[in-house]
């Protein structure tokens, strides 16, 4: 007997399921493109429980007809492909006609559709892609899809799913991609009755804004460029509002349509390299000839293959480069060699990235290049107790670095690390026990601008950061009032903490809830460099330091600080 047979329609649809739709975010992108395709000009997305129990899309476009809803549940059906020639000629999101069959397979899918011409709408349900019930409604102009329990005729994948404020920032990463892409059509994204991000029509730059933030909008550089016929337009960090360490995800699109690509990505960070180690802000747009690029390489039309990769890169860091020419350089920190006229004077380079203790001891080395200085690590300073310094001579070098005398040597210290250190173990501290820091009530409330892609996390953490000392209520447009904050921090560093906290927490990988919590805010709150110090500061700063169970080390393993014997000193001369 043969052995060969067809697979049942609805296995089918299950395994594209399986490609196109991983998690809500990827419905929710789907959905939003056929919105698109349908020459919606207002989108407006609804999702409960992280998009898990539903997601809703409502669109303003041309809208279905009765037979067009049966059929759109189908599997590869389309009204956007004719022919194979089409399939180089994409003007639309859409074409394969997947994604409605995938998502109605793993679902209860509700559509309500109504042309412009019709006086009444059709309203139709479907039950894993099974078609319940049909029947006329009266239903607004364009089209609702109502996604109901994603998944629930999937529950493995049900069961990889993050937890519920991830799912809605991943949600409302994909609505900000396709919203800075179609800057002329209205956005909504509202998650379990909360308006999480709105953009009204506009220009690209006021859809910047609306999307990354005002403050982000103003420090842009715009980047126009062609080359190989290929476009290169958008805009780009300046170098003036780079932030060390800060890793920014790129925003790209290929004729308009958003793409992660590892290639441009580099070409785009390349560009900042005379400035340091930096990943910019940047939202870039491509147009090159059609026969030149190829989107059909993976369901979900994320990837993108290029027939000359060298070409884009070159165009890409170009464009970049080229919008940063007029640019104003980057002062870079640059610690005085105070101790050595004719040493190389130590150009401060970006926190994170290679900077452990290897770094100290290669920069140990720069200074002192004939190596007859040793770090902390070969010379350690004795164990408890620490003695704490006594004298009042604490010197500040470049407002980044302490330094004073301590017993018989002299301690170099990371003003930076060290705050980091101190404030990541009272921060642990207080989560174990279950208690709170110590905040300071502002008389004078700031406000504090959070860009809507984090509003999800800011959802999730706000118990948190209260913890920690930060008093915020909403204020109105994507501000917030401060009205307490930690006891140490300035005001004028609290708004920019908030944000920081906010990306690292979404961003850390510890899977202790508290030990997550503290190393966020230590990260986000310590004093940075390039900041001065009284001396009542600094003092305090090296007593907690020293009294810590490990001032050596930052809780992610950078030194603190290095330290120099008199012997030292004396062999010195
Ligand atoms: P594709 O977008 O690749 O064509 P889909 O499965 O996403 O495939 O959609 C199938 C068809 O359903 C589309 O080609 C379109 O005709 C119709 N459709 C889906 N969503 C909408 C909508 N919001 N408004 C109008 N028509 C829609
Ligand atoms: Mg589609």
Request: hydrophobic share 0%.
């Given at each position: 007997m043969p052995q060969i047979q067809l697979l049942p329609d609805f296995v089918v649809n299950q395994i594209a399921a399986g490609e196109v739709i991983e998690r809500p975010a990827s419905a929710v992108k789907e959905l939003v493109e056929n919105s698109l395709d349908a020459g919606a000009t207002q989108v407006k997305v609804f999702a409960k429980k992280g998009g898990k129990d539903l997601i809703q899309i409502s669109d303003n476009g041309r809208g279905m007809e009765s037979e067009d809803i049966e059929k759109s549940v189908l599997r590869h059906a389309t009204s956007k492909l004719r022919d194979a020639s089409d399939l180089f000629k994409l003007s639309t999101n859409g074409f394969r006609g997947e994604a409605l069959s995938s998502i109605a397979s793993i679902s209860r899918l509700v559509i309500e559709s109504r042309g412009a011409d019709c006086s009444l709408g059709i309203r139709a349900e479907f039950d894993a892609g099974v078609l319940k019930s049909k029947e006329e409604a009266a239903v607004p102009f364009g089209t609702t899809i109502t996604v109901n329990d994603l998944f629930f005729n999937a529950p493995v994948r049900a069961e990889f799913l993050k937890n519920d404020s991830v799912e809605s920032s991943r949600i409302l990463d994909c609505i900000i991609r396709l919203a800075m892409a179609n800057e002329s059509v209205r956005f909504e994204y509202r998650a379990d009755n909360r308006l999480l991000f709105c953009a009204a029509e506009g220009n690209l730059q006021s859809r910047i804004s609306d999307c990354l933030g005002a403050s982000v909008a103003r420090n842009l550089k715009e980047v126009e460029w062609e080359e190989f016929g290929i476009r290169v337009w958008g805009f780009v960090s300046s170098p003036e509002s780079l932030e060390a360490g800060k890793r920014n995800m790129p925003y790209i699109f290929l004729q308009k349509r958003p793409i992660y690509n590892a290639l441009i990505t580099k070409a785009i960070n390349q560009a900042y390299s005379s400035y340091g180690d930096y990943s910019p802000v940047s939202v870039i747009f491509l147009d090159m000839p059609l026969e030149t690029f190829d989107v059909n390489v993976h369901p979900a039309k994320r990837e993108v293959r290029f027939s000359r990769d060298s070409l884009v890169f070159q165009a890409v860091n170009h464009a970049v480069h080229n919008a940063l020419q007029n640019a104003i350089s980057y002062p870079s920190i640059s610690i005085t060699n105070t101790l050595r006229e004719s040493a190389p004077a130590y150009v401060a380079n970006n926190e994170g990235i290679g900077y452990g203790v290897w770094g100290i001891e290669n920069k140990t080395q720069e200074l002192f290049?004939?190596?007859?200085i040793t770090s902390f690590e070969n010379n350690p300073i004795p164990h408890t107790p620490y003695p704490i310094p006594h004298t009042l001579d604490f010197l500040q070098i470049a407002k980044s670095f302490i330094v004073c005398e301590q017993g018989q040597s002299m301690l170099i210290i990371d003003q930076h690390r060290a705050h980091k250190a101190i404030l990541y173990e009272q921060a642990l501290q207080a989560l174990q026990k279950g208690e709170s820091l110590a905040g300071q009530e502002l008389l004078f409330p700031e406000t504090v601008e959070i860009p809507a892609v984090l509003l999800p996390i800011l959802d999730a953490q706000k118990n948190v950061l209260e913890k920690f000392g930060f008093h915020i209520v909403p204020f109105g447009s994507g501000t917030w009032q401060l009205r307490g904050i930690p006891a140490h921090l300035p005001i004028s560093a609290a708004g920019p903490a908030i944000i920081r906290f906010l990306e690292s927490a979404s961003e850390s990988k510890e899977s202790d809830i508290f030990k997550k919590n503290a190393l966020s805010f230590a990260n986000s709150s310590a004093i940075q460099r390039e900041t001065e110090l009284s001396l009542q500061e600094m003092k305090s700063i090296v007593s907690d330091l020293l009294s810590l169970p490990n001032p050596y080390e930052t809780p992610k393993g950078e030194a603190i600080f290095m330290r120099m014997s008199v012997e030292d000193i004396k062999r010195k001369f």
């Open positions: 290049p004939d190596n007859r």
